[in-house]
């Protein structure tokens, strides 16, 4: 029998009928998850056309399979949208790259954070959690917990990219700045989508553009400072230079970082709307900062890392743009057409889930997750352009997840409901106000 079966954690209500084209646009620019309709969550294929241009959203893990592995060719390309939404703070670097510009850059930032180096990065995760602990420790009243897991895990990036003498303050700046970024940064270009110039985007993009170029002159500060460096930043000057190092280390911050932290929010949440969960959690953990071999043997902690994975994907929406003409089952797609794949719909989808919307740790543990569809679960992305950093990114969460959920309780802040909102990645809208007191 599972004990948390009947608990669902905040989605927003889903919309009784689908949107119109143009009104759907209008609604993803503030929130994307807010476009879908309670059928979004059974059907395989859907589309929508705009004047010039198609929209097909693959539902279905056969579908996603065939357009982000077996047709890369075609679907490589991230879109021009979310290149012209990224570019102003990541330059070309090869989270947006594409063909063989993107093959060498994904080549030169793949070896440094390869799984089996992991474990060399085990001490700034610690290091760093320990740091967010101490945060924690001393706080009076609630705490926006997105914001000090954005800041610890960004101080987690920058220790491992410039090693120990990195100043503190500066996580803290990199991580508000990219938030104020994100809230700032055109994310839908509804005009640019029906192929028309942009006649609102340019207030909102000087502002991207402020916070864009302040966030890129702090690291190039660090990046001319004279010093050891680490092994990490070693590899990476190895193969790169000029702006294109830039590039690559500010993605590396922010890619390394937004996932992460947004996975720590959700699961905080979690925790403190389900305590027995978070009891469950501390049970299996030490009192002392786990080893680096430790961490499989925290089956159950992972497992609710995963779950909150499943229900709030960090990237609930992966768009690719057609380099070619091609044809999806009925449909066929012109050069230019977007075709997304949604975690946010296919880890809640009614033919691939049982009690999809539930809160249930229990379908990753042991054998279960070999019973189900390879491409119904995809927090890290798939085929090529799969993330570079999910083996960091599953250590550095665990390593956080050991640390504070052993040492602390979280429940949430009273008057305060957390909102999933989809803009660049999926953050709860206003913060994760949480109260945290020592267990
Ligand atoms: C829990 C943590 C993380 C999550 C959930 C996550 C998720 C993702 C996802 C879903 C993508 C694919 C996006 C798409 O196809 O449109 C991606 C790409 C990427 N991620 Fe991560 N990521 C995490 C941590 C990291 C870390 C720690 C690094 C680096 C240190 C990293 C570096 C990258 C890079 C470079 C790409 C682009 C890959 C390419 O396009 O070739 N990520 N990530």
Redesign the pocket.
Known sequence: MNDVADFVPPMPTPAWRPPTAIGGLLRARRDVLSIFPADAYRRQVMSTRLPGRMILVANTPEVVRDVFVTKHAIYQR?SRFLEDALRPVIGGS??IAWGDD?AAK?AA?SPP?HPSGIAQFHPCYVQAAEETAGDFARADGSVDVAAAFATGITRV?LLSVFGPSVPREDAAIIAETFTAYQDAAEVVDLFGLMGLPDMLGWITRRRAGRLAAALRGRVARLLDEPGPGTPLLAALRASLSGDALLDEVV??LL??A???A??LTWTAMLAAMHPATADRMAAELPDAPPDYADLPGFAFTRAVIQES?RLY???AV??RQALKPDRIRRWDVREGDIVLAV?WLLHRHEQLWEAPHAFRPERFLGDAPRQRPRFAY?????G???????A???A??SVFAAILFRRFRFALAPGFTPRPNCRLALRPKGGMWLVVTRR
């Open positions: 991230k090869s989270f993107w994904r930032i954070i990036l993605m590396f890619a390394g937004e996932g992460a947004i996975t994975m994907p960090p990237v992966f768009a975690p995809l927090p890290f992305g798939i090529p352009r799969i993330c570079a950093g999910a960091f990114g599953m550095e969460v």
